[in-house]
């Protein structure tokens, strides 16, 4: 059993950055690809990153590339997503997702690759 807890959300204003932390209880974190996915009111849940077990490889919706940044720290078991840049159409719950068993230069953007998820943290974008 793996526990997820994300923190680092709140409010901001367009523009602003903001780091989300995705804390991962157990002892080996390494051994997963890890993803950040979001949902806003009313809508899906959607794909945001991925970065696999080796850290070298990461995958991200067209609506991150070039403004978020995925990363992993395995000492300290816990997947980052650095957003910058950030616009009002960035507002939602943002969930962080361990895939188990996977490759280690794998990445993964489907919900149903992923076996355990955080509770979510908000992340608000408005002037």
């Known amino acids: 059993q793996v526990q997820l807890v994300e923190s680092g959300g709140g409010l901001v204003q367009p523009g602003d950055s903001l780091r989300l932390s995705c804390a991962a209880s157990g002892r080996t974190f390494s051994n997963y690809a890890m993803g950040w996915f979001r949902q806003a009111p009313g809508k899906e849940r959607e794909f945001v990153a991925t970065i696999s077990r080796s850290g070298i490889s990461t995958d991200y919706a067209d609506s991150a590339k070039g403004r978020f940044v995925i990363s992993r720290d395995d000492a300290k078991n816990t997947v980052f997503l650095q957003m910058n840049s950030l616009k009002p159409e960035d507002t939602a719950l943002y969930y962080c997702?361990?895939?188990?068993?996977?490759?280690?230069?794998?990445?993964?953007?489907?919900?149903?690759?992923?076996?355990?998820w955080g509770q979510g943290t908000q992340v608000t974008v408005s002037s």
């Open positions: 997702a361990a895939a188990v068993g996977a490759s280690y230069g794998g990445t993964y953007l489907r919900h149903s690759s992923y076996d355990y």
